[in-house]
């Protein structure tokens, strides 16, 4: 497979290098142009005058000439500093001085000449104007200086992410319309969660892997010149994309020798205890580096200076962390020998058939199960609640399993031990870049980059517990990335410019646990393992409130996968006239390999189930608890099981985009801007046809004949000889901006647009529908599935193409495809933009924006608002039974072939069909499957309307100030993040209350946050004479160059879910719904945010805010409120520091910032997803001043974690910062 690949990689990189220096219809983003008109003194335009931009940093010349009505264009220019020169026979020569050009943007510099000689000059050396008169494109430029002098580069997991090295994902904390949590979840202007661009020098960088994680592939601070955020109206030319688009360019080498060092330290002694827990985790962080530019000279061999330059980085974060606040739940000493009497609450929940009291969390003994005249299965608790300690009882397996679990070392149920265990990771970012000047028409760059990322146990993503080898759930993360980036500029005349780009990018990532090694076999005598590799994995050993055990063993995903995309863009720019044209495109391919040993030792789920009631049906009552699953686990009774043979996969898809667009001077004070853009992605899908899908209109011999089996793509042996899906060919998007100068301080810009995002991403994961076996679960309720010391059987060999294989025989349900592709899977989301602002000059360092910015974004992959496999009302109609009857739902959870299934008794839908399934499973279109989930399903849609306001203070006085106001609405009507292909078909998706009624899905966005408001500040003391004597010096010296830098942060808090409903709805519908909303019962019995009340000794939900509907029906709830949120996260950062001037373009900055500066207090989100959940408090009844325990609306401030879901820190956190450059 490694040649394979090889091969594969080569043909596709030869195939990008000609599609880009072939190709003269193909852009690069990350440069910036200007523009303007040449007049003479009467206002008379001038034609074919020269101009010239010289870049002041490394002596680059660009050259054009005005064009027949005066105007003239300079595109492709680097991001700099340049000096603009017109020189025209009969007029003085013409120096625009200190213009500095942003990534992507439009100046706008208008040149008036002077009658006089050329040998004279009219020299303009004051600042270019903050306005933006050329384009109604909305962006945001924040260079890498800006966000270093402000604190807003934390390093470590809390702060930037998994990767821990800091994260230009931050300059989105200075954005309106932005919601960040860095290298998790970035949302921009109400689009679905990380569906963002990320350009490096102008070619495609996300991570097409894992689209959350950018960190993973993410340039280096110290390297980045500047970031642009563009985030509506943007032109044809930038398309494949959600979100915003982040457009990276890299900072170059100069005629001057340039570069740095800098160390952020991090040490617990900056911090404050973490809240509640009074704890302060040890904490050692460092990030540091150095940087070095200039131009390439080899004495008496090379001197390179205004041709050859160079610029290397590197950056590397150390991290090492004592975990001592981590609390997780182990079985306490009661459990671990069969004793549950803790678990009881003294909460009775009615009797069973044969009048027996129900009780709360009643261990019921699966050997006294018997049979009813009715054909119910009941059985009688274990007296006291206590197992026999006897061998009849006890399963081998499970006891050696047990020896292996720590004891508790806290008081309670839950959250009854912490761990300590130490945290380590190493990230580095060597990046090197080089620029060349082939003559004064051609340019030519090239980018090198790493991004490397170890570490064995990480609280991020890591699952790291502190439990002892080999039963510890944690996984490792070891991750390298390159960027490489090839870029070629060349003039072919004055008025004509061509630009081809190249780039390439892998991502090698391994998570393997810390044993690799296992042998379950030998060590616990548990059978069935296809590989000695990985400890098992066991997870449903505890329950919310009484404890039990956490989850066991590594979980999903333990695999080496190689993710590799290139890249390639070309561009053709034309000035004629008043008119700049630009034809172009870009192709990227991306492609996933990867090996998966998920649950080749087999994944072990228990429940409650196998200890409970199972007449039943369910092992809740009115939100109470029956059974108990560690008490499964001890018996060793397995819920479902999974086992898989090792198997690997190719998922792949391609993207290419084309376009056409024009600015279009139509008089001095208006721009338009328009053009189109035509888009092409297709679907990921296996490039040899090993996943295989549900088929719904493909008979199942091994389900008597009836419809809906399994199906596998491609063509062959096995294979369908078709296409999972289609590709959508007619993503057209038309793109227009206007740009009126109203006054000379005053600017009205606008736009409208259709953009399209891409196709789903594969998002790490690396199951299809069969790359392993589905859990098995029992065909009996209340059974095991398998018994612990019996081991499981050998799974089906991988690929294996035989459409029949499931369901399997002696298996209820559940064996079946976790997916089915939508056959719109190809067609990507579509997003309409539109805005309309007014931009005004107060002075020439200050400029206020007020702006609508609004958007509707459709085709947005949901799996949640379709069900293939749903057991409908109108079905239930049809077969003579009443959904809203007690009786007829008794009927519908009862086993076929249970005298409780009345007239439906043996009533099979097909001959084999196992009697022990329920007539409601009976009952569906594919009554062999469980549920389908379907992927990519274009059916979600987003709402956004919003006014944003933002504040630029250019540096004046030492002051640098910027700041954003939104006031925003944003809806979403099963919009999902970040589709998987994988064995529930999505992640991140948007709640979804009644399937059969679509449209009454549309909810609050689930990050909605009506009020944001960020205000950055830097200043710096200036210098100021206070005399000529020494110790007025000496005071001189002494009171300038301190700084003080902060970002103030301030949002309203994020929606909570409303409950879901307790009516057992499931266990006949196949479905869940919402509880209903009571009318006049207050949500809260505290408010969040009045800082008046103990989190943990107060529930500080309303239990009695929420009703579930009548038994039968949906509810009306939605899934979000507008005044249900959670406690408001402010986050006030704050740097104070001091500049020392060493001598000429060398200082040492020397500073320390805080995060939640402030040390408020960060509470977590309520417990709020069971308004019937028992609240239970430590030591017993609950009683005013009692510690809670559990329950609705419990703050669990003993697992207090050190950021909140918002990043902003539970208490203070201090970095010290040191800086020097030359």
Known sequence: MQRVSACLTLRIFLAAVAFGFCSTAFAQGDRATITGTISDPAGAVVANA???????????VYQTASTATGNYTLSQLPVGSYELNVAVSGFKKYVRQNIVLQVA?????????????????????????????????????????????????????????????????????????????????????????????????????????????????????????EVTIQTSNFAAEYGQVGGGFFNYTMKSGTNQIHGSAYDYFVNEAFNANTPWVNTKPLARRNDYGFTVGGPVYIPKVYNGHDKTFFFFNFEQFREKIGVNNQTITLPVAAYRAGNFAPALTGKSLGTDVLGNTIVENGVYDPFSTQTTAAGQRVRTLFPGNQIPQTAAYLDPVAQKIQALIPATNRPGLINNAILPYISQRVTDIPTIK?????????????????????????????????????????????????????????????????????????????????????????????????????????????????????????????????????????????????????????????????????????????????????????????????????????????????????????????????????????????????????DYSTYLKEQYGKLAQFAPLVPNVAAGGHLGAVQFEGSGPGKCNCSFANNYPYAIGPRLGVAYQLTPKTVIRGGWGIVYSGTGDANGATQGALTLLQPALSPTFGDPVVNLQN?????????????????????????????????????????????????????????????????????????????????????????????NSTADQAILRATIGSVAAGRFQNKLPYAGFPTTATVAQSLRPFPQFSSISSLWSPLGKTWYDSLQTKAIKRLSHGLTLSSVFTWQKQFAL?????????????????????????????????????????????????????????????????????????????????????????????????????????????????DLNCHCFDPAKNFVLNPNAWADPAVGQFSTSAAYYSDYRQQRRPNETFAVGRIFRIREKMDFNLRIEFSNALNRAQMPAPSSTNAKQTQTCVGGPCATGSATSAGFGFINTAAVAATTTTGTPSSRQGTLVGRFTF
Do not use: C
């Not at 090839?486 to 008025?495: A, E, G």
């Not at 298996?811 to 997916?819: E, F, I, L, R, S």
């Not at 500040?1017 to 830098?1045: C, E, H, Q």
């Open 974 to 1086: 099963g919009a999902t993040s970040n589709p998987v292909v994988g064995a529930n078909g999505t992640s991140g998706g948007a709640p979804v209350n009644d399937v059969f009624n679509r449209n009454q899905n549309k909810y609050l966005a689930q990050f909605d946050q009506p009020l944001s408001f960020n205000v950055a500040i830097n200043y710096t003391v200036p210098g100021k004479k206070f005399g000529d004597g020494m110790a007025m010096k000496a005071l001189s010296w002494v009171a300038r160059d301190w700084s003080l830098n902060s970002l103030l942060a301030y949002a309203s808090g994020l929606p909570l879910q409303a409950p879901a409903a307790q009516s057992n709805l499931a266990t006949y519908l196949f479905r869940g719904t919402f509880a209903n909303r009571v009318a006049g019962q207050p949500l809260f019995t505290q």
């Open 50 to 60: 020269p101009i010239e931009a010289k870049n002041t940093q490394t002596g680059a």
């Open 434 to 678: 080089m620029d060349h000047s082939l003559g004064s028409k051609a340019k030519l760059s090239y980018l090198w980059q790493q991004t490397r990322t170890e570490s064995q146990y990480s609280q991020t993503f890591g699952a790291s517990d502190g439990l002892p080898l080999p039963i510890t759930a944690a996984i490792g993360t070891f991750i390298h990335a390159h960027v490489q980036r090839l870029n070629y500029d060349y003039t072919v005349t004055p008025t004509l410019l061509f630009h081809a780009g190249i780039g390439y990018q892998d991502n090698n990532f391994t998570d393997d646990a810390p044993v690799l090694d296992y042998n379950p076999l030998q060590q616990l005598g548990l059978k069935g393992a296809t590989v000695n590799r990985l400890f098992p994995a066991f997870s449903g050993l505890t329950t919310p409130t009484q404890g039990g055990m956490k989850n066991m063993g590594p979980g999903s995903n333990r695999h080496p996968l190689i993710y590799e995309k290139p890249t390639a863009n070309t561009s053709l720019t034309w000035v004629k006239d008043n008119h700049t044209y630009k034809i172009g495109g870009e192709l990227r391919i991306d492609s996933n390999a990867s090996t998966l040993y998920n649950n080749t030792a087999g994944a072990y789920a228990f429940s409650s189930i196998e200890t409970g009631l199972p007449y039943l049906q369910t092992t809740t009552v009115n939100g109470s608890n029956i059974g108990f699953p560690y008490a499964s686990f001890l018996l060793g009774d397995v819920d479902s099981v999974s086992i898989a043979p090792t198997n690997n996969i190719r998922l792949g898809k391609h993207a290419m985009g084309l376009f056409i667009q024009d600015t279009w001077k139509v008089t001095r004070k208006l721009t338009v801007d328009y053009g189109l853009r035509w």
């Open 791 to 883: 081991g499981v059987g050998a799974p089906p060999p991988f690929p294996n193409f035989n459409p029949a294989q499931y369901p399997q025989t002696g298996y209820a349900t559940k064996q079946a495809p976790a997916v089915w592709y939508d056959q719109n899977a190809g067609r990507p989301p579509r997003m309409m933009q539109w805005s309309i602002g007014i931009q005004r000059e107060i002075s020439n360092n200050l400029v206020l924006e007020a702006s609508y910015v609004a958007n509707r974004g459709v085709w947005w992959y949901s799996s949640q608002l379709i069900d293939v496999n749903a057991l409908t009302p109108d079905v239930i109609a049809a077969a003579g039974l009443n959904i």
């Open 105 to 225: 943007q439009v100046l706008r510099q208008d040149v008036s000449l002077e009658v006089g000689s050329a040998t004279e000059a009219v020299t303009v050396s004051a600042e270019t104007t903050l306005l933006k008169t050329e384009s109604g494109e909305l962006s945001h430029n924040v260079s890498s200086a800006q966000m270093d002098n402000l604190p807003i580069l934390g390093i470590g997991q809390s702060f930037a992410g998994s990767s821990g090295i800091r994260n230009p994902q931050a300059a989105a904390f200075l954005l309106p319309g932005s919601y960040v949590q860095p290298n998790s979840n970035v949302r921009i202007n109400g689009a679905p969660g990380n569906t963002a661009s990320y350009r490096i020098e102008g070619q495609d960088a996300s991570n097409g892997q894992v689209p959350a994680t950018q960190a993973q592939v993410q340039p280096s601070i110290d390297a980045i010149q």
